[in-house]
């Protein structure tokens, strides 16, 4: 983790400061652990959920945020069956918000939280520092003072906590960055292998002329695709090696794993860290723990060790 | 006298069919080849209830490559059992007989038929068969032999016992004296004396060489067992073609490597781990890779980057770009499209249920671009298009 951290400070020219949580504090405890950092001026500060993709329209929601002067401001975004969700439900013309319905079992609303917030520091003084949930305890409080907004995400957005809904979300955030021409993207132009669009290799990874890749597909940097490999609709990670003639969609291949000659990867398959898929296996929905090789058929079976 | 040789091919059923290419050779080629082996033999007969159309085209082609033999094909109307069948045919089979073989097509074996006639001229019984030993726990599935192992006699022969009783089984090669068909009248006889004492039995007119005839030959110490110890399995069903046909391609590496396709050597040709066969008439693109246990049949065409293993592809298919087709039978006529994927899983030695997880492509089936088929034991019998099979 340091160690991506350090990279990413280079990367953005900003500074990374991790405060470990030595016992788990929920969604707010860590805010407090954090106070000294947090709260050394008065200036306002965002807090994001890691498992979230969006569109990250930050400059209007700090805009927002310091337009209304209240003490913090929750996106929230809309979703077609809200019953699963926590609702918001603001007053009536205003962005002040009223009240949270957790799971509404009548429609109360469809506007739920997004899980990314920007507060003044003042809110600090209302968290102690033991396990609290902030979406229980803290924003309660805060709306019962009305001194909590909420700013309507437009766009895209997902929960990828899920290795499903992680490619799912992944498939939103590079059709975003296909609508907004984003450089980000592989330019299909100059690259005749690939197919369809939503594409985005790192310019360190190598792929063979003769690969087809897309659509929607992610490859990380130093990942190695071999000839006649065929890619859909799957994020190959840092590393990773996908060898000659394989096939892979709707799946997750981890750091530094390889995918054997001819095998067929698909349906949610999820390999972790330095797994090893033997030449011309078939692995379907399996998720295979990291360090592990992988050699037998069915490979579907044999490997579904699932870990936490 | 003349020694003859008879191929029984059964009929129409389940099971496969013999002109189903196995190593590369036709199912039934494998025991005319031996036969044709015999020095005196030269004349083969092969008995079954297939239409003669069915078999024309191979007699025909049998005759060019074995030119010493005369080739026929008995075609039963009904089936009339094994047994029944010969004797049905005795007027064909009897003139000027010394001895005959009698070969099972559905097996795969090396045919140690040299072998097998020694022992025949050593003893003065009725019959040799050629009898293999199998796994303890599968012994039941077979036909299963007690014997004297210093005379070789027979002494107890009975079909699929319930109860484990010896594991060594009827390999289905035996060679039988002029006398056999007097023994097969004689099985007739007592068949129809027991219908006539049981009136309210069943009837039928079948004679079964196994059940009817081995076991009073046994009985009546009649009976003798060649013990091979070499390659044999039974191709029950067609899945079982696929490890039969590992096993003739390997014994082609040590008896017959013109046969065979010769492993890559250095830069040029496509990759190949032995054993392969590979028709002269295929197109297989140089960064294909084939083997080991492959044969592919006429004009089949297998493009570049492609992988094949542990397969029958049959006359007329093609395999596209960077497909993969293994521990798979794959029909005439078949179009495996680019990135397809044709699946089995490999034999477990461990198995003793017999359980096979063979895929098998009939004729004509298209595997459209990117589709996958994992159909363990089961059979495509119509066109599909576009579509994933599952």
């Known amino acids: 983790m340091v160690a991506v951290l350090k990279e990413t400070e280079e990367q953005f020219g900003i500074n990374i400061t991790f405060s470990v949580e030595t016992e788990p504090l929920g969604t707010a405890g860590p805010l407090a652990l954090a106070r000294d950092i947090l709260g050394k001026d008065d200036t306002p500060f965002f807090v994001l959920n890691s498992d979230v993709t969006c569109t990250y329209p930050f400059e209007q929601f700090r805009d927002f945020h310091v337009a209304h ?14 019953s699963a969700f926590g609702v918001v439900v603001t007053k009536p013309g205003s ?106 290799v790192d310019p360190t990874a190598e792929v063979d002329p003769t690969a087809l890749i897309g659509p929607n597909v992610v490859i990380g940097p130093g990942a190695k695709i071999g000839p006649g490999v065929r890619l859909q609709r799957c994020v190959v990670m840092n590393n990773a090696n996908v060898r000659d003639h394989a096939w892979i969609m709707s799946s997750i291949i981890g750091w530094n794993s390889t995918v054997g000659r001819w095998c067929r990867v698909e349906n949610i398959t999820v390999l972790g860290d330095d797994v090893s898929i033997k030449d011309e296996l078939y692995v379907n929905g399996a998720s295979v723990l990291p360090h592990k090789s992988v050699s037998i058929w069915p490979a579907d079976l044999v490997c579904r060790t699932q870990g936490s | 006298m003349a020694t003859k040789g008879v191929i029984l091919i059964g009929g129409p059923s389940k099971a496969p069919k013999p002109l189903l290419p196995i190593g590369g050779k036709p199912m039934i080629w494998h025991p005319l080849a031996a036969l044709a082996r015999i020095p005196e033999l030269t004349e083969v007969f092969i008995v079954g209830f297939y239409e003669d159309a069915l078999m024309t085209d191979f007699i025909r082609g049998a005759k060019r490559e074995f030119p010493k033999l ?96 010896s594991s060594l089984i009827n390999g289905g090669v035996y060679l039988f004296d002029k006398s056999f068909f007097d023994e ?139 497909a993969c087709v293994q521990n798979s039978i794959v029909g005439k006529h078949c179009k495996i499209g680019p990135w397809g994927r044709v699946d089995g899983a490999p034999e477990d030695p461990m198995d003793t249920k017999n359980n096979l997880n063979i895929t098998i492509l009939a004729t004509e089936v298209t595997v459209a671009k990117e589709t996958c088929i994992v159909l363990p034991n089961k059979t495509l019998n119509r066109s599909a298009h576009d579509q994933v099979l599952l």
């Open chain 1, 69 to 82: 002067g209240c003490e913090g401001s929750i996106m929230v975004t809309k979703v077609a069956e809200p």
């Open chain 1, 95 to 200: 962005s002040i918000i009223d009240r949270f319905v957790e799971k509404p079992v009548e429609f109360v609303g469809n506007r739920i939280n997004a899980g990314i917030y920007m507060f003044n520091p003042s809110v600090l003084d209302r968290i102690e520092l033991r396990p609290t949930s902030i979406e229980k305890e803290i924003f309660p409080a805060v709306s019962a003072d009305h001194q909590l907004h909420a700013y309507d995400l437009q766009g895209f957005w997902m929960d990828v906590g899920q290795p499903k809904d992680y490619l799912s979300g992944t498939c939103l955030y590079l059709s975003h960055l296909t609508a907004t021409r984003s450089p980000l993207l592989t330019d299909p132009s100059q690259n005749k292998w690939v197919y369809g669009g939503n594409v985005m």
């Open chain 2, 70 to 165: 005369s080739i026929s094909y008995l075609r039963e109307y009904r089936s009339l059992g094994t047994a029944g069948g010969l004797y049905h045919f005795r007027d064909s089979l009897l003139p000027n007989l010394g001895m005959l073989f009698v070969l099972n097509a559905d097996i795969c074996s090396s045919f140690p038929l040299a072998e097998l006639m020694d022992m025949h001229q050593k003893h003065r019984g009725v019959g040799t068969m050629m009898g293999v030993t199998v796994p303890k726990e599968t012994a039941t599935r077979y036909g299963c032999i007690v014997h004297d192992p210093a005379s070789a006699q027979v002494l107890h022969y009975v079909e699929k016992p319930e109860k484990w009783i």
């Open chain 2, 184 to 322: 097969v009248k004689a099985a007739m006889d007592t068949k129809e004396k027991h219908a006539a004492e049981d009136p309210f039995g069943e009837r039928d007119d079948i004679l079964r060489l196994e059940q009817d005839v081995l076991v009073p030959l046994a009985a009546g110490r009649k009976l003798f067992v060649y013990e091979s110890k070499d390659f044999w399995r039974q191709i029950k069903r067609a899945g079982s073609a696929v490890p039969a046909s590992a096993l003739y391609l390997n014994h082609f590496t040590k008896t017959n490597p013109k046969l065979l396709t010769a492993p890559s050597k250095e830069g040029g040709g496509p990759t190949i781990i032995a054993p392969v066969y590979i028709d002269p008439s295929a197109e297989v693109d140089p960064s294909a890779k084939i083997g080991p246990n492959v044969s592919l049949g006429a004009n089949v065409v297998v493009a570049p980057g492609a992988r094949v293993r542990d397969a029958i592809i049959m006359e007329g298919t093609t395999i596209d770009k960077h």
